[in-house]
């Protein structure tokens, strides 16, 4: 069965990386934004509070950039995304949106309007199991190395944990999958 062409090609994939999984002291470190096109942002926001241990063992190594105030992240994030409310699609999105809500001063007053881009989120994840695929195919090296091999994309190419490489990565998968048409059952 084929499956039908998706909602909006309006798409930015984006991935974040973060100072800790608690939302409530965890802060942005790092976003990497694709547009469907290819066109990319990455930026490096200053943090001058602690991280957890498994983002100084895994994410921190990776930061190398020039690090820009949190109002230069927005700034540059409005810019890239235009005027065009795009959806942003990442890979369990649960954990990224509460870093970009909280950057962009997300709150019940001002309903929304400090977004550039699209209020609901598309998780990928949803994607994966829309295509027959589970939703934890991403999750592990090995898993990885094997459901790239089936959609014949060299995993090997991208680095784990780094922000732009994860949102290049869900963009050429999700190109991969939407150009096929098909579910992995067929």
């Known amino acids: 069965m084929k499956l039908p062409k998706p909602f909006s090609d309006n798409l930015i994939f984006w991935d974040t990386e973060f100072s800790s999984l608690d939302p409530y002291e965890g802060e942005i470190l790092s976003i990497g934004m694709v547009k469907m096109n290819g066109e990319e942002l990455y930026l490096e926001v200053e943090h001058p509070g602690g991280v957890s241990d498994w983002v100084r063992e895994n994410v921190l190594p990776q930061l190398k950039e020039p690090k820009i105030s949190r109002e230069e992240a927005v700034t540059r994030v409005k810019g890239f995304v235009g005027e065009g409310m795009p959806y942003l699609m990442a890979y369990v999105q649960v954990f990224d949106v509460p870093y970009l809500y909280k950057l962009f001063e997300v709150d019940d007053s001002k309903n929304n309007k400090t977004l550039p881009f699209n209020w609901i989120p598309i998780d990928f994840a949803s994607v994966l199991f829309t295509y027959s695929y589970s939703p934890e195919e991403l999750v592990t090296a090995r898993r990885r190395e094997k459901f790239?091999?089936?959609?014949?994309?060299?995993?090997?190419?991208?680095?784990?944990?780094?922000?732009?490489?994860?949102?290049?990565?869900?963009?050429?998968?999700?190109?991969?999958?939407?150009?096929?048409?098909?579910s992995a059952s067929e």
Request: charged residues 35%.
């Open 148 to 182: 790239c091999r089936k959609l014949g994309i060299k995993a090997s190419g991208y680095r784990e944990h780094h922000a732009l490489d994860d949102a290049k990565f869900l963009r050429d998968i999700y190109i991969r999958l939407t150009k096929s048409g098909k």
